[in-house]
């Protein structure tokens, strides 16, 4: 069986953009004096359509962006999102981070929002893996040195393709995280209905399996520093500049989270990140304390990237099948939950904004609700994980010895790049912080 069986969805994106509609509400983010020469469609997606924009300066030189186009009070949520996220990247690693400019609505169509940076031009391979691994980990060094005030979260809600996600601010991690895990089952429960297995099972995840494998981070000593993560960091929102051939990084959910997190879809054999940039990037970045959890708290943390596919790809079913032998085998494992004394960090719950309800996710459902299920024996069921979807293993501790190997890129889905970029940030990362 193919291991990447999970991207056959038998359905194209959204229909690529011809040329972009000039409107005053871009071109004012545009360098002052700047002439528009040309537009294209510039890759798409299930939810969002894009374009290069080719433009003249004054001084007669050429400077290229990309858009990216949405539709809906969701869509305005995306870009808004996006914007703010890839800024505060940006300020943090500006070497591998398309620059934002902007983002806003048409002033010709209010329903209409966009996303403005400078375009990048880039080739659609996999970065050197070496490369890759130390510069996520120096991006995750350096953003710590940034987040003084020890928070979890963000000051907007961000999106994970159309799906919205809780980033109100938390000092807890476990609180911020199972948090996070209740939004998502949320948003499950309205776009697939009641399901009895997830409804018997999801309070042992939460009451049980996130104290188990969060709270010793954060006790007996021990403590996480946030970092800036990507939070959706898969092959497909990575590619490889045209010219100096250093990764660059798109098409983020941004939040202040564990490092670790980060490495949830490496995990996933539908993924062509595996074990052995996860070997490579905890040469960099050392594994948090206990280190003997790590295996089981990767698998915790991969749950949110089923999660999140089941949410954005509710007509194909093995996503859905994904989340609930994910969710089997936690709840499995730790029936007890945590059996130490300390009692949890202390929440200090403060709400970023309205997240907006699933019923108003009007793009991301007309999107995709004409994509029929594949025909495909091989799907699996909550009966047990299909073998490549088993936890691979190297050596005693999973991810620190032995031999790897990386997934086939013949197996995997080709997406082209759908990124450009312009002017630097404005601020720095720390002002993406909560105020004290």
Not at 107 to 132: A, Y
Not at 315 to 330: C, G, N, P, Q, V
Request: glycine content about 6%.
């Amino acid at each position: 069986m193919d291991p990447h069986y999970a991207w056959n969805l038998n359905e194209e994106p959204m229909p690529r953009l011809e040329k972009v509609e000039e409107d005053q509400s871009w071109l004012d983010l545009l360098p002052a004096g700047s002439t528009v020469v040309s537009s294209s469609g510039h890759g798409a997606s299930y939810w969002s359509r894009s374009a290069r924009i080719d433009t003249r300066l004054p001084s007669g030189a050429e400077q290229v962006f990309f858009i990216k186009l949405t539709l809906s009070d969701i869509g305005l949520v995306m870009v808004r999102g996006e914007y703010e996220g890839m800024k505060a990247l940006y300020a943090v690693s500006p070497d591998i981070i398309p620059e934002p400019m902007g983002f806003g609505t048409f002033t010709s169509d209010p329903n209409t929002h966009f996303f403005l940076c400078e375009f990048v031009d880039m080739k659609d391979e996999l970065p050197d893996l070496v490369d890759f691994c130390k510069l996520v980990a120096d991006h995750h060094h350096r953003s710590m040195a940034m987040s003084s005030n020890s928070m979890f979260g963000f000051p907007v809600t961000t999106c994970n393709g159309s799906t919205p996600q809780d980033c109100s601010w938390d000092e807890s991690w476990e609180a911020f995280f199972t948090r996070s895990l209740q939004q998502k089952f949320r948003l499950l429960e309205e776009i697939h209905g009641p399901n009895e297995e997830i409804q018997e099972l999801l309070p042992v995840l939460l009451d049980k399996v996130c104290p188990r494998l969060l709270r010793p981070l954060e006790t007996e000593g021990r403590v996480i520093r946030p970092c800036l993560l990507h939070g959706d960091l898969w092959d497909g929102n990575v590619a490889v500049h045209a010219d100096s051939d250093l990764p660059y990084l798109f098409d983020a959910a941004v939040s202040w989270g564990h490092n670790e997190f980060d490495l949830s879809t490496w995990r996933p054999a539908r993924f062509r990140f595996g074990r052995a940039h996860v070997k490579e990037y905890f040469r960099h970045f050392p594994i948090s304390p206990p280190e003997e959890d790590w295996d089981d708290r990767n698998l915790l943390y991969s749950l949110r990237a089923d999660l999140d596919e089941s949410l954005l790809f509710p007509l194909a079913k093995r996503f859905y099948e994904l989340t609930i032998i994910t969710l089997k085998e936690l709840t499995e494992k730790f029936p007890q939950g945590y059996q130490g004394t300390s009692p949890p960090k202390p929440s200090t719950y403060k709400p970023v904004e309205h997240i907006p309800p699933p019923q108003n996710m009007i793009m991301d459902m007309n999107a995709i609700s004409h994509i029929e299920e594949p025909k495909n024996s091989d799907v699996p069921t909550s009966e047990g994980r299909p073998e490549e979807e088993q936890p691979q293993k190297i050596g005693n501790n999973p991810w620190s010895s032995g031999e790897a190997v990386v997934p086939k890129e013949s197996d995997a889905p080709k997406f082209a790049p759908a990124v450009g970029l312009g002017e630097s940030a404005e601020s720095p990362a720390q002002e993406l912080l909560p105020s004290q």
